[in-house]
Nanobody, 123 residues
Framework: QVQLEDSGGGLVQPGGSLSLSCVAS????????MGWFRQAPGKEREFVAS???????THYADSVKGRFTISRDNEKNMYLQMNSLKVEDTAVYYC?????????????????WGQGTQVTVSS
């Protein structure tokens, strides 16, 4: 059983930056990929970025490519650096993890979820 705690959300102006963190606890995360999804008001939860167990492979949604960077410094800590933020990035961001060798974009492919952290981009 893996528990995830995400944090770091807040209010930022368009063009600004924000960094999210996710800390895992419980069972070992050996072979676990980790990722971030987001859900805006009135919309379905959507894939943002993911990273494999070793950190050697990453995958991004087209909407954030070149602006967001996902990283992990060990098997239990993961980060999302968000730069050049836009109003449309406003959402609740969720970290996720699952024992898998691939980096799927389907929400149903991920088993463990954090509670979510609110990111608001507004002037």
């Amino acid at each position: 059983q893996v528990q995830l705690e995400d944090s770091g959300g807040g209010l930022v102006q368009p063009g600004g930056s924000l960094s999210l963190s996710c800390v895992a606890s419980g069972d070992s995360l050996y072979s676990y990929a980790m990722g971030w999804f987001r859900q805006a008001p009135g919309k379905e939860r959507e894939f943002v970025a993911s990273i494999n167990w070793s950190g050697s492979s990453t995958h991004y949604a087209d909407s954030v490519k070149g602006r967001f960077t996902i990283s992990r410094d060990n098997e239990k800590n993961m980060y999302l650096q968000m730069n050049s933020l836009k109003v449309e990035d406003t959402a609740v961001y969720y970290c996720t993890a699952d024992k898998q060798p691939t980096l799927p974009e389907r929400e149903q492919s991920w088993g463990s979820w954090g509670q979510g952290t609110q990111v608001t981009v507004s002037s």
